[in-house]
Every structure is written in C-alpha cells, then in structure tokens.
C-alpha cells in the first residue's frame, strides 16, 4: 500500500467526518468532572470500545490527545484522519507486550497530553476489557477516564468490532464515567478484578447514554 493512498484516505475521511456531523446534535453527560481535572492541569487516559471512535474523534477534535493506534494498514488509515482532527498517535499494541506503544503513551503523558486507548483494541475480541490500559495508568499516573457512546441511528461495518458510523440527522449522546485512579502497586489479582468493574463500567455507560436518546434535549456541542 502507497503512501498516497492513506494521505488521499485521510483526506477524504476528513472530509465525510466533517460533513457528516454538521447535521448531528450531540450532546455530553458527566463530563464536568473531566472538564474541572483538566481545567486544574490534570490529564487523564481516556478508555472506550473500538468501534465507538468516529463520534469521539469529532467531539475531541483539536486537543491533542494521543491514541494508542496498531501498526496495520488499518491502523495507519485511522492515523492519517486524527491527524486530521488535531490528535497525535503512538503506534503499537495495547497488550502487555506492546513496549513500543507504550513507551510512547508515557512519553505523550510526561508531555503533558492525554491519552486514548480502547482497552478491547487493536483486533478484539469486542468488548472485552484488556489490561493494557491499566498497566498505562499505572506508570503513566493518569486516571482512567470510561466514555462510551449511544447513537440514536447508525450504520455498523461488518468488522470485528461493529465500528459504529451515525447516520445523518441522527442524535449522539456521550457519557463520561468518574475517573479511576490505579495505583501503581496494585497486585495482579486486584488489576483483574478492576478490568472486569471497568468493563462493565463501559457497558453500564453505553446503556445509559442509549436511554438518554429519546428525552428530546440536545445542543450541538463545539469542541472543548
């Protein structure tokens, strides 16, 4: 695969995001917290499902963020379109083996910027919580911030992870969850143990953002 072909991919995947969500009403809850933590210099290690990162991408726009992104063809697609929208990436794998990626993860947090990881990332299986992202949280000393995403209408690829596109005119609501400190001696046992409360966290989150689509109050966000 040519250079040119993710640039044009980035390009045009500019393009449609940005055209697509000009007819979306959006709208955030629990996310004052997360605005007070960074409003005080606090950064914070974002962790959502794969499939639910286009809406985050355009609601996160233009904060430099950096997203743990796999080092695949695919990866290098969804790099050139952050790129785009004003995010940074660190390539790499989130599993415990993935040094690479989490190196640079560390070095984006001493830099002071927040992280993203989806903890069921790069290749699944969905929804199922990784430890990756906590180890991060350990030696990063970021919390852990859940979001998770419900969209009134939308189209799924037919990928592993249901990668979620909202459709026109549909409505988005994100919830953010309170963050979660890990500390960084936490025995391996207790880290299991918070995976599995994490990722039912994300669920819980999700359920509720779905349940919060048909009460008919939304504004359209700008970002920050």
Known sequence: MTDWKFRAAGVLGQGLVGGL????????IGYEPIRALRASGQNVLFVFWHGQLLPLVHYHRGEGVVV?????????YITRVLDRYGFETARGSSTRGGTRGL???????????????????PRGPARVFK???????????????????????????RSWDAFTVPKPLSRIRIAYGD??????????????ILGRTLQDTLDGLEDQARRGLGDGVYV?????
């Open 21 to 28: 969500f000009t007819t979306i009403r959006g709208q955030r």
């Open 68 to 76: 743990l992104v796999s080092e695949h063809d695919d990866g290098e």
């Open 103 to 121: 190196r640079g993860l560390l070095r984006a947090a001493r830099a002071g910027h927040d992280l993203a990881i989806t903890p069921d990332g």
């Open 131 to 157: 430890p990756g992202s906590l180890v991060a949280a350990q030696l990063s000393g970021l919390p852990i911030v859940p979001v998770a995403v419900g969209v009134s209408a939308a189209w799924h690829f």
């Open 179 to 192: 963050p979660v400190w890990v500390p960084r001696d936490l025995p391996e046992e207790e880290l299991e």
């Open 220 to 224: 359209k966000e700008t970002h920050r």
